[in-house]
C-alpha cells in the first residue's frame, strides 16, 4: 500500500471529484502540485545564548482568484507534505465560500511549547525576514494556524512594516484589535461553523436541546464552539485537549471547564494533575477521563474534531457512534474513514466548508485593512452568516445534483470556481 501523507490524502478526494467534473489534462495540471514552495532555515538565538535553527516553509498552492492565503503553524511535526496539503486545501476552502483568495499555508518545525516568549517572537521576526519577498497584502497573506495567535501576527506585521518602511495593515490577517485586527476574528471559526451546524439541524427538524456533542480540541476554535453550542441548549458530553480530556453523559460546563484549563493547563485539571486522577471526586461528580482516541468513539450526536489531522482513521471509524461530523480541524479524516462513515450514513460536513469562517473573517479583516474601515462587531456577524449559509447551500446543491458526498461537492464547488477563473486569466 502507498504511504499516506497529508498531501495524498487531499489528492485521492481531489482525483475523484476531477473525474466527475471530467477536468482536462490542463486543467488538472494546475492541481498536481503548488505554484510556489518556499523552504529554508531560520535561525534564533536560544536565552541561553545558544544559537538554534528551525526548518520554515511558506507553501503558495495557487492565486488564481486572488492573492495566496492562507495560515502560518508552529509544530514540531510541521513539513513540508503536511503544509503543502493545507495549501492546497486553503485554495479549494476559499473558493467555497468564494472570497477574492487563493490559498497558501506556512509553518515552523518548532515546540513553541519549549520556547520562552522573547524566543517566540525571535522565530516570528525571523520567519517574516525569510519569507518577506513573497509576502504582502496583494501577494500572500498570512495568518494565525495551529500554536499560532494574535500576539505573533502583531510582531510579524511589525517586522514586516520595519523592513520595508510601509504602512501594511492588510499584510497579516488574524491580528490584535489595538493593532489592525477586526472585530470577531478571534470567534470566527467557531461560529461560521456553529451557523452551519445551527443551519443543518434546523433543516433536518433537530432540536439542540436533545443532541449531544463531543469535542476533541479545547484550543480557541473547539473551546469557543463548546461556548457557542452549550449557550445555544446543545448538551456537551466531552472536551478534550492535548493531554486528554473529561466526559459527562449529562453534559460538562464549559465555561468552568475554561477555567481550570486556565488555572492547571488542562481541560482535566479539576481532576487531574497529569495522569494521576482523582477518581472518588470524578464519580462523584459523574465525570470520567477520557483519552483523545477515546473521546472519538463516545456515544453522542454530533463529533467535532477540533485538534489535529487524520485522527479518524480506518481503525476507529467504525466504532464512531456520532450521525454528524463537523471538521474544525483541517484534515481529521482519512480518505478510507470517509468510505467507512458514508456507508454507515454519518454526514460529514467537510473541513473546506465547516472552518471557512475563521479566513472569511480575515478577508473582512484585510478589507478593512486596505480601506481603513473599521467594521461594527455585528456587520461582521451578519456577513459571515451570510456567506457561511451561501457556501453551505452551494455545496448541498452540487451534493444533491452530482449524487456526492458533502467532501466531494465542496470540492467540486471551489474546483470549478477555481477553473473558471484560470480561463478567465487566459492561463488555460
Ligand atoms: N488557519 C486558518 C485556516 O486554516 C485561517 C487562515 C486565514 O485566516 O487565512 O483556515
Request: charged letters at 25%.
Amino acid at each position: 500500500m502507498p504511504v499516506s501523507t497529508p498531501y495524498t490524502r487531499f489528492q485521492k478526494t481531489l482525483e475523484e471529484v476531477m473525474q466527475k467534473l471530467k477536468l482536462t489534462p490542463k486543467e488538472r495540471a494546475f492541481f498536481a502540485k503548488p505554484q510556489n514552495t518556499y523552504k529554508t532555515e531560520i535561525h534564533i538565538k536560544r536565552d541561553s545564548g545558544k544559537e538554534q535553527a528551525f526548518q520554515a516553509f511558506r507553501i503558495q498552492f495557487n492565486n488564481a482568484r486572488g492573492p495566496f492565503k492562507g495560515g502560518i503553524r508552529y509544530h514540531p511535526e510541521a513539513n513540508e507534505e503536511e503544509v503543502k496539503a493545507l495549501a492546497a486545501l486553503m485554495s479549494i476552502k476559499t473558493a467555497v465560500v468564494n472570497i477574492p483568495f487563493g490559498g497558501g499555508k506556512g509553518g515552523v518545525q518548532c515546540n513553541p511549547k519549549e520556547l520562552s516568549r522573547k524566543e517566540l517572537e525571535a522565530v516570528s521576526r525571523a520567519y517574516v525576514r525569510a519569507m518577506i519577498r513573497h509576502i504582502g497584502a496583494d501577494i500572500d497573506c498570512p495568518a494565525p494556524d495551529v500554536n499560532t495567535n494574535p500576539a505573533i501576527m502583531a510582531w510579524m506585521r511589525d517586522e514586516f512594516e520595519k523592513q520595508t518602511h510601509t504602512y501594511s495593515p492588510a499584510m497579516i490577517t488574524g491580528k490584535p484589535l489595538s493593532y489592525g485586527g477586526s472585530l470577531g476574528r478571534d470567534t470566527a471559526t467557531a461560529r461560521g461553523a456553529f451557523f452551519i451546524l445551527q443551519e443543518m439541524m434546523d433543516r433536518e427538524a433537530r432540536d439542540p436541546e436533545e443532541l449531544k456533542v463531543a469535542i476533541q480540541g479545547f484550543g480557541n476554535a473547539g473551546a469557543t464552539m463548546a461556548h457557542f453550542l452549550h449557550n445555544a441548549g446543545y448538551t456537551v458530553v466531552a472536551v478534550s485537549d492535548s493531554q486528554g480530556g473529561v466526559y459527562s453523559p449529562e453534559g460538562v460546563d464549559p465555561v468552568r471547564i475554561e477555567k481550570y484549563k486556565h488555572k492547571t493547563g488542562q481541560v482535566a485539571g479539576e481532576y487531574c494533575k497529569g495522569s494521576v486522577c482523582d477518581i472518588k471526586r470524578m464519580k462523584l461528580d459523574g465525570v470520567r477521563h477520557v483519552t483523545n482516541e477515546q473521546l472519538l468513539e463516545l456515544p453522542c450526536d454530533i463529533l467535532i474534531p477540533a485538534a489535529l489531522d487524520n485522527v479518524i482513521t480506518a481503525k476507529n471509524a467504525r466504532k464512531i457512534r456520532a450521525k454528524y461530523i463537523l471538521e474544525i480541524a483541517n484534515g481529521p479524516t482519512s480518505p478510507e474513514a470517509d468510505t467507512i462513515l458514508e456507508k454507515k450514513g454519518v454526514k460529514i460536513v467537510p473541513d473546506v466548508l465547516a472552518n471557512a469562517g475563521g479566513v472569511t473573517v480575515s478577508y473582512f479583516e484585510w478589507v478593512q485593512g486596505r480601506s481603513g474601515e473599521l467594521w461594527t462587531a455585528e456587520r461582521v456577524d451578519n456577513e459571515l452568516r451570510r456567506i457561511m449559509l451561501d457556501a453551505y447551500k452551494s455545496v448541498q446543491r452540487e451534493a444533491h445534483r452530482g449524487n456526492m458526498t458533502y467532501r466531494q461537492a465542496a470540492f467540486a464547488v471551489g474546483i470549478r470556481r477555481m477553473v473558471d477563473a484560470m480561463h478567465a486569466r487566459g492561463w488555460l
